[in-house]
DNA sequence: TAGTGGTCTAGACCACCCT
DNA sequence: GGGTGGTCTAGACCACTAG
């Protein structure tokens, strides 16, 4: 009674840290200056270090900050734009330089892509690892499954499972014709396996972006490509050079 | 010493839980039935809430649960996949019945914007505000800046603000020849107002999809299309109709 | 009003990086 | 060895939903 009611909007702490922290970062940081530790910031700022984290989290989360564990916080550069534009890829691996091919092994698919490929979740097949990397950093960590009968010219004696293992099944790939391809781009957390190749910790978000190549009618391989959702921003450039032209 | 060195991989419990949980989910429980509570799974499993709720983050980060407080957890339904495919869209709002435009003001530009659209941060530009329905539920919101410049034809007077007055906007746009788009992906969280409209909380991870339009030249309009991460799998079907066919 | 998830605290210890 | 971020605990209270 008496008392005028005063913004009773009680927006969480960590929101309005969130938002205090991100305008001290555009206007008193420049990239990659170190922010002070956790522990020294919660206290400046009169909360716990867990609720301060979960600011620092949603910064990191929209590519503004960076942690790396034993060094510190600093503030990240803006997100690359890396081209995953369909007409640029035709077949995996066709004179580009992005992709580093890692290696090749035999095995299952996982059943969501043994699905896609149409084939018996038990049935065998090649499964090419690649990493792509733009300006020196891991962006992407890709597995390729190519089912065997994709790929029937492939030569089993070459079992080495090493680069050029991967590289014979991508040339042997290329033999079909490429009819088209549909893409689908969502959000994951990365396995451990992929989180070690990227230099992040495993459950770190990321843009899974998959991929179906057809040929003749069918399913004749799928990219899942794992992309870090702090630092990349994918980019389809479906105009391109028409912007240059005229 | 003597001891046996028994597997100390110091594999965090949360991603453990997480790994359990999610196995379980496959296992024993069907779409939309509900989970026990966090205390209760917590105790279940002998860690700290907050470590249960950890596991449980990653899991809706996954899009397998959905949480919603005062109600429960629930496993979720496969994501939908949405169609972002750039062919389909020409204009916006051509015939679609995919968007429900809600309403339009005139403002400025945030500053990304505003570079995008080669504008001064203070020119002042028309948002138009839209949703985008699929299934009965809200999978995104969009905001369309169109500088006045683009929209000549505009009748000042109808101010309403509302429905009538987005339709408007976008009535004038179409006059333009559309030369061709980019689009980009990132990973976001969601501002107050589109969590609100995707009835999510504030921060809640979503997919930014950001398209130039170009029209002679210029970037004629920009959107900014924030999806339900959780719910989302955006596709780009290059191919389309090419699978249908042969 | 009872029960749910969301926020917050004040500690502790651990894994990692640098010097 | 000293400092960083990462994990974990055992509590407490709040905001929301439903019966």
Redesign the interface.
């Known amino acids: 009674m008496g008392t005028t009611q005063l913004e009773t909007v009680p927006e969480p702490k960590y929101?309005h840290l969130?938002t205090v922290i991100g305008e001290a970062l555009d206007s008193d940081f420049a990239v990659g200056e170190i922010l002070p530790n956790e522990r020294e910031l919660a206290a400046r700022f009169g909360v716990a270090r867990a609720t301060l984290r979960q600011a620092l989290e949603?910064l990191e989360?929209?590519?503004r900050l960076q942690r790396r564990r034993g060094v510190g916080t600093t503030v990240a550069p803006p997100?690359v734009?890396v081209d995953v534009s369909?007409t640029q890829h035709s077949w995996p691996g066709v004179g580009e330089d992005t992709w580093q091919s890692v290696d090749s092994a035999d095995d299952t698919a996982p059943a969501a892509v043994a699905r896609l490929l149409d084939i018996e979740p038990t049935a065998r097949v090649h499964v090419v690892r690649r990493l792509r990397v733009t300006e020196g950093q891991p962006v992407a960590a890709e597995l390729l499954y190519v089912p065997a009968g994709s790929v029937p010219g492939l030569v089993e004696a070459d079992a080495s499972g090493g680069p050029a293992r991967a590289r014979a099944v991508l040339r042997e790939l290329r033999q079909l014709t490429l009819?088209?391809?549909?893409?689908?781009?969502?959000?994951?957390?990365a396995r451990a396996d992929d989180a070690r190749e990227l230099d992040r910790l495993?459950?770190a978000?990321v843009?899974v972006v998959t991929t179906r190549y057809?040929s003749e009618?069918r399913t004749a391989a799928v990219s899942v490509a794992t992309y870090r959702?702090?630092t990349?921003?994918?980019?389809?450039?479906?105009?391109?050079d028409?912007?240059m032209a005229?």
């Open positions: 929101w969130k949603q989360l929209e590519g997100r734009g369909t009819d088209g391809q549909d893409r689908s781009v969502e959000l994951g957390s495993p459950g978000p843009l057809l009618g959702a702090d990349c921003r994918l980019t389809f450039g479906d105009s391109g028409l912007a005229s």
